[in-house]
């Protein structure tokens, strides 16, 4: 952006751009959600292929939690939405959180 001082000579100025938050949205382990299904909401709704899928869904079972992906707000909320509502058409207790990194 160009300003003028006082002596009517131009003042090059930078406007600065600030990077985005970015969210990762965690799988939350519970005793209930078959791993066959965590694979395939993996699959789906993160376009894991099924190895990275089966490490994320181990991950989330034995750790307890697990990280599906790092995205913008409102795409991690978008994703976790979408995550905890197939899973209760399919009546399955899975829980998805977003988290600021």
């Not at 939690?65 to 209760?88: H, T």
């Amino acid at each position: 952006m160009n300003e003028k001082n006082n002596n009517n000579t131009e003042v090059l100025t930078k406007n600065k751009v600030k990077t985005p938050n970015m969210y990762a949205v965690i799988l939350i382990n519970d005793d209930y959600t078959p791993m066959e299904f965590v694979i395939y909401v993996l699959q789906t709704i993160f376009k894991k292929d099924y190895g990275e899928a089966k490490d994320i869904m181990l991950t989330v079972h034995n750790q307890g939690k697990g990280i599906c992906g790092v995205f913008s707000l409102d795409i991690a909320e978008s994703k976790a939405n979408q995550v905890v509502e197939f899973a209760r058409i399919n009546q399955h207790p899975l829980e998805c959180k977003v988290q600021k990194q």
